[in-house]
């Protein structure tokens, strides 16, 4: 079935740092990638939701300008959280969308802020 | 929004045993997710579901539109079972992402 990758899959970062996170869809084109957040314990939460080419539309709550998504190509969306703090600390998922609605999760990324 | 009610919330049960985790969601919904999550964390999607049922494995899903309700089924259960499943639905048009259950917590003892 359909891929779709992370990465890292794990990252221990300083506060104050900005961390990377990728998603790809391996074998498919993913119009619309979503990016989760999941607390300790919790269920998981969407972040935002990207299109390919367009800006990321974000949840209430989630600061745009701390995570920062680009969806540059139909394979490829990133997260970056910016000047990570320790309640940065969690676990990052994304999902993608290909054109018939079908949607894959990625791995996750459990982001670590000291 | 769509509210999204997962059961039982933590279940312990015996090697062997038949397993079933139910999901009801109180919106009309294009589509329905079972996921896996282990203790590091990744996630597995079982499942997508917008009708009928599913099988593969030990693992067989089933939804019901009319009464919201999707139930996920596991067969001769096996330890390595062990993890968190999650209900997860697609509303509408599918504009938006999903809405999460809060999880089923499921432990298989030897």
């Known amino acids: 079935g359909a891929v779709v990758s992370q990465h890292p899959s794990r990252v221990i970062c300083k506060s104050g740092t900005s961390v990377k996170i990728e998603c790809r869809s391996l074998?498919?084109?993913?119009?619309?990638m979503f990016w989760y957040r999941q607390f300790p314990k919790k269920s998981l939460m969407l972040m935002a939701t990207?299109?390919?080419?367009?800006?990321?539309?974000?949840e209430q709550g989630v600061e745009k300008d701390k995570f920062l998504i680009n969806h540059a190509s139909l394979t490829l969306s990133t997260l970056t959280v910016t000047s990570a703090h320790p309640e940065d600390s969690s676990f990052y998922i994304c999902?993608?969308?290909?054109?018939?609605?079908?949607?894959?999760f990625g791995p996750g990324t459990r982001l670590t802020v000291t | 929004k769509n509210e999204v009610e997962q059961s039982p919330q933590n279940l312990t049960a015996q090697e062997g045993e038949f397993i079933t985790i139910n999901c009801s969601y109180s919106v009309g919904i294009s589509a329905l997710h079972w996921l896996q999550q282990h203790p590091g964390g990744g996630i597995v999607s079982l499942f997508m579901?917008?009708?009928g049922k599913k099988k593969h494995g030990r693992l067989i899903a089933t939804i019901n539109i009319q009464e919201k309700h999707s139930s996920l089924h596991i067969t001769a259960s096996h330890p390595r079972d062990s993890a968190v499943y999650i209900c997860a639905v697609l509303s509408g048009g599918g504009a938006d992402g999903l809405t999460f259950g809060k999880g089923t917590h499921l432990i298989i003892q030897p």
């Open positions: 074998d498919f084109q993913a119009t619309t």
């Open positions: 999902s993608a969308r290909g054109r018939r609605a079908e949607q894959y």
């Open positions: 990207s299109n390919e080419g367009s800006k990321a539309t974000y």
């Open positions: 579901l917008s009708s």
